[in-house]
């Protein structure tokens, strides 16, 4: 097996279709299906089954599940490591954030690298999906949370108070909130993967169990529009609340965790020109006043 057919059979096992797969190779259905079935007969054995669930490995796929991602390890490594030597600014760099975090300060920071470097192309992906740095899935990820993968080095770009935040409309027409009180009688907009993890679930210290939650998203560009829409009262990095002219609720009161903003890439690409120049105006877009 070579690393084209490795790349194949890969992708077929991980998208259990070969209309994914395809999708994913940026390869047609046919020709992926053609080239799994000259696999197959090289090998003179079956490495899948069709099966309700989709293509399914048989046994004499799991025995090659291992080599062909070990084949995959390496070829990223070595994708890698020669870029790391590219002294050149031109290329694409590929870049993945929040869709709040992209609108704020990667697409500003884009504007200027273009200035500077017309020859860099940024493809920026904005999900809340962590993508797999290691496999090329993104040179640059400005992310909330920290990694701890080895190869990746993270910096940190920001660490914001959060506050509860609500419309002078929400205020006007449903008062505010009394503490203690577990928000009863008051409508809640809220990120969801956040509310998730928590064990009480609570905004600015104050359990929620009392109120209406209107609005679940996973996005926080989408609670800070709600807020400011009136829809409910939020929890927000408290700079944006306040660049977004809504009024603070309890003041005094705070998440105790605060909102961290974090620049990774992996070490085999930090060094390379464009990803390099990519990173300063990503960090100065961070630092530059409001």
Same mark, same amino acid.
């Given at each position: 097996m070579n690393w084209?057919? #490795? *790349?194949?059979?890969?992708?077929?096992?991980?998208?259990?279709?070969? %209309?994914? =797969? #395809? *999708?994913?190779?940026?390869?047609?259905?046919?020709?992926?299906?053609? %080239?799994? =079935?000259?696999l197959e007969q090289s090998l003179s054995a079956a490495l899948f089954v069709r099966s309700s669930q989709g293509y399914v490995l048989t046994p004499a796929g799991q025995l090659a599940l291992r080599p062909a991602e070990s084949m995959e390890r390496s070829a990223h490594d070595l994708t890698r490591q020669t870029q790391g030597?590219?002294?050149?600014l031109a290329g694409e760099v590929k870049v993945?954030?929040?869709?709040a975090l992209a609108l704020e300060f990667v697409i500003p920071a884009i504007e200027n690298?273009?200035?500077?470097?017309?020859?860099?192309s940024v493809h920026l992906s904005t999900s809340t999906q962590l993508l797999n740095l290691a496999k090329r899935a993104a040179d640059i990820a400005?992310?909330?949370?920290?990694?701890?993968?080895?190869?990746?080095i993270a910096r940190q770009l920001a660490s914001w108070e959060m506050g509860l935040f609500a419309s002078q409309a929400y205020l006007d027409r449903m008062g505010q909130p009394g503490p203690g009180k577990a928000f009863s009688g008051h409508d809640l907009v809220v990120y969801q993967p956040y509310i998730d993890a928590m064990r009480v679930?609570?905004?600015?210290?104050?359990?929620?169990?009392?109120?209406?939650?209107?609005?679940?998203?996973?996005?926080?560009?989408?609670?800070?529009?709600?807020?400011?829409a009136g829809i409910g009262l939020g929890e927000i990095p408290a700079n944006m609340g306040e660049r977004d002219g809504l009024i603070r609720v309890w003041?005094?009161?705070?998440?105790?965790?605060?909102?961290?903003?974090?620049?990774?890439?992996?070490e085999d690409l930090r060094?390379?020109?464009?990803?390099?120049?990519?990173?300063?105006?990503?960090?100065?877009?961070?630092?530059?006043?409001?």
């Open positions: 084209d057919d #490795a *790349r194949i059979f890969l992708a077929i096992h991980r998208e259990r279709t070969l %209309r994914a =797969a #395809a *999708r994913v190779l940026n390869l047609d259905q046919a020709t992926v299906g053609r %080239r799994l =079935a000259t030597l590219d002294k050149r993945t954030t929040t869709d690298l273009h200035a500077k470097h017309p020859d860099v400005v992310r909330t949370v920290r990694p701890r993968n080895p190869g990746l679930p609570a905004l600015a210290g104050e359990p929620l169990h009392g109120g209406r939650i209107v609005a679940r998203f996973d996005s926080n560009l989408s609670v800070r529009a709600a807020i400011k003041p005094s009161c705070r998440r105790e965790t605060p909102y961290e903003v974090w620049l990774v890439t992996h060094r390379t020109a464009r990803i390099r120049a990519t990173i300063d105006e990503i960090v100065q877009a961070f630092q530059a006043p409001p």
